[in-house]
């Protein structure tokens, strides 16, 4: 298995925001994986799709 691409998921989750944000018909969206228990899950060396404590979750808290 590949290392993690955390920018991959900032510059994805960014061009997102960026493209649909403004658009009248979207309303939104869900964070797929966000696990009750924050500070054990995710992380940097963490290669599942959650976006908690990783850089991206930055992004999505702003």
């Given amino acids: 298995m590949q ?3 955390l920018q991959a998921q900032v510059n994805t989750t960014k061009a997102l ?3 649909f ?6 309303a939104g969206g869900f964070v797929w994986k966000w696990f ?10 963490n290669h599942m799709f959650t976006p908690q404590n990783k850089p991206v979750e930055r992004l ?3």
């Fill in 3 to 5: 290392g993690v691409n």
């Fill in 17 to 19: 925001f960026e493209t």
């Fill in 21 to 26: 944000w403004h658009q009248d018909w979207f």
């Fill in 36 to 45: 009750i228990n924050h500070n054990q899950v995710g992380g940097e060396q």
């Fill in 60 to 62: 999505i808290n702003s």
